[in-house]
């Protein structure tokens, strides 16, 4: 079966410009989770959803930050008005969140460059 | 609100010797632990977690790690280390009866020396 996918797995962008990322969870996982790492960073988290409650978005580090998920699908990481800060890899994970409490599956990650 | 760290940005250690890598947690109640490994230029894998049970969890590539309650640490061990071991180690914690959220720590890197 397919794994966690994101798109695109790269992406340069100018400052100020808006930027889209893409992650396609596991099917039937309903947790899907966005991070992101700096170069030789560690994670750092920014959005969770579960299921049909209402995100977690104590981890966005700025208004310009934004996340949807469509049901316990796809979702997308919006960044407004990018800043050079903003380089990094964004990476998504989704768990099937039961009795036993799986563990999450990452995808590749986008890496995302501002000149 | 649960939190992890890994006190050693760095940990190096000669092939063929022990590795520990430390992580400390802090939570409300019984906490579901996990660590992660992320070699150069590939995403993360799961390595092994601890939901409930016996106190050593054996996980993949030889890796086991020791829940200890009273210490609130799961350190990462491995008896004999490999060179291919040279990785970034996440810690992760989830605190159950809660959002389901899990956090991370900040990572630490293995340097095995051949």
């Known amino acids: 079966g397919a794994g966690v996918s994101q798109s695109p797995s790269n992406k340069v962008t100018e400052k100020g410009k808006d930027v889209e990322l893409r992650c396609d969870p596991i099917s039937g996982h309903t947790a899907l989770y966005w991070y992101r790492q700096r170069l030789g960073q560690g994670l750092e988290f920014l959005i969770y959803?579960?299921?049909?409650?209402?995100?977690?978005k104590s981890g966005l580090p700025s208004d310009r930050f934004s996340a949807e998920r469509t049901g316990e699908s796809v979702s997308t990481l919006t960044i407004q008005r990018t800043q050079q800060e903003d380089s990094a890899v964004y990476l998504c994970?989704?768990?099937?969140?039961?009795?036993?409490?799986?563990?999450?599956?990452f995808g590749p990650g986008t890496r995302l460059t501002v000149l | 609100a649960q939190s992890v760290a890994q006190p050693e940005d760095q940990v190096n250690v000669a092939e063929g010797n022990p590795l520990t890598v430390k992580c400390t947690y802090s939570?409300?109640?019984?906490?579901?632990l996990f660590w992660y490994v992320q070699y150069p230029n590939r995403g993360l894998q799961f390595l092994l977690k601890?939901?409930?049970?016996?106190?050593l969890v054996k996980g993949s590539y030889g890796f086991e790690a020791e829940f200890n309650k009273s210490q609130t640490s799961f350190h990462l061990k491995k008896p004999s280390a490999l060179v291919s071991d040279s990785a970034l180690y996440f810690c992760a914690v989830r605190e159950p009866n809660r959002d389901d959220k899990i956090i991370f720590g900040k990572g630490t890197r293995l340097h095995i020396l051949p």
């Open positions: 959803f579960q299921g049909n409650s209402a995100p977690d």
């Open positions: 994970a989704s768990s099937l969140v039961d009795l036993t409490f799986n563990e999450q599956f």
């Open positions: 601890y939901i409930t049970g016996d106190n």
């Open positions: 939570v409300s109640g019984n906490p579901y």
